[in-house]
């Protein structure tokens, strides 16, 4: 993938859990903080293409209320993709419904493959993924949650791509990959840029909520791991941020783990001279002048419009919040490297040039995503 110039990075703002979220704290975006109130459509509802594409290639199968699969017969020779998701559930379907969007624009556009879509959950996904390899799937999208992840693992049998991080207890599976939008990867990805951009001595300014927290333990802890020191850090206090102001001016630079109001009332007190960085929470779209100058990190689908692979693909009709968008993209790269572990070469190398990242498989088969990196102007990115 084409590289920004390495800038300095900013912090990403998001809103806070809804009572829904709270209660699913596995929950790849909800865990992440970032509400799902931006579908007009009732939760389990497909958003609208913006330029939508009849592909008779793409085909969905979703399974009746009864728990029975019903499934067009496979085109001789195309590969088949089975999107194993729970969008009829109340607390996860929204943001399934999005996911499987983005996998259902990919296959318009790409028609290297059919879709067999299947609604399931912790209970059944068991039962419903064996029924879809059974019947002709030869690569699986999904599970979403951790604990629908735990449940299939042992019984994986085909290439199947989890959306979600893959619980340390659950059972290892050569065939099981991991594909998140999970924090810790951009906090990791901040201090390692830092680093590479010369800075010596930040302070780290975490808030007290949860994802701040996880912000700030995964920076801290790549921070010392790539330069042997450990960062210094400090708990931001709206009451008294003299004591925060007097250590940045000592720092050479200033890494957000906060959430919007925080880093927006932090970033307006420091002088103009104080480097911020920070990772795409921070990108919530609209004007934010108070953010003028961060410098973040941020998925191609939004900081990079020019690029091929984000320009082949269409944006949903219906406008999306930020964070719910990135589930849209994330959809969209599933679908990309289903097609490809699908034709891969066991052991064989996998990587994306892709919407949400550079897309490179790592360790513990889990997809590693090196993002570019932007500056926040007054009104719109620059």
Do not use: C
């Amino acid at each position: 993938m084409q590289r920004l110039t390495p800038l300095l990075l900013v912090g990403v703002l998001l809103t806070w859990l809804t009572p829904v979220g709270a209660q699913t704290p596995d929950y790849i975006i909800q865990s992440n903080g970032a509400p799902m109130r931006a579908l007009v459509q009732p939760p389990g509802q497909t958003p609208r293409l913006a330029t939508p594409t009849p592909t008779p290639a793409a085909v969905r199968a979703d399974a009746p209320a009864s728990g029975a699969l019903a499934a067009k017969p496979s085109t001789r020779g195309k590969i088949r993709i089975g999107v194993i998701l729970p969008t009829e559930s109340s607390a996860l379907g929204e943001a399934a419904a999005v996911v499987r969007s983005g996998v259902e624009a990919a296959a318009q556009v790409d028609q290297s493959a059919e879709l067999y879509s299947v609604d399931a959950t912790g209970d059944n996904v068991v039962e419903r993924y064996r029924a879809a390899v059974a019947d002709g799937v030869n690569v699986v999208i999904g599970p979403l949650s951790r604990e629908s992840i735990a449940k299939l693992a042992p019984s994986v049998t085909v290439p199947t791509i989890a959306l979600n991080s893959i619980d340390r207890q659950a059972a290892a599976n050569p065939k099981l990959y991991s594909l998140s939008l999970i924090v810790e990867g951009e906090a990791r990805q901040l201090a390692r840029l830092m680093r590479d951009d010369g800075r010596a001595n930040p302070l780290l300014v975490v808030g007290g909520d949860a994802l701040s927290q996880r912000l700030g333990k995964a920076f801290a802890d790549e921070w010392r791991a790539v330069t042997g020191k450990p960062a210094r850090q400090m708990a931001f206090d709206a009451n008294d941020m003299t004591p925060l102001l007097q250590a940045a001016g000592q720092a050479d630079a200033v890494a957000l783990a906060l959430d919007v109001a925080q880093a927006a009332k932090l970033k307006s007190a420091l002088t103009p001279d104080v480097p911020v960085y920070g990772t795409s929470q921070l990108n919530v779209g609209g004007v934010q002048p108070e953010l003028a100058g961060v410098r973040f990190i941020d998925m191609p689908w939004f900081l990079m419009p020019a690029h091929p692979a984000v320009q082949r693909y269409p944006h949903p009709a219906v406008p999306l919040t930020r964070q719910t968008e990135r589930l849209y993209a994330l959809g969209i790269d599933a679908y990309r490297l289903a097609v490809q572990l699908a034709v891969s070469r066991p052991g064989a190398a996998v990587r994306l040039d892709g919407v949400t990242g550079d897309l490179r498989l790592g360790r513990d088969r889990a997809f590693e995503r090196q993002l570019p990196a932007g500056v926040m102007g007054g009104n719109a990115l620059q």
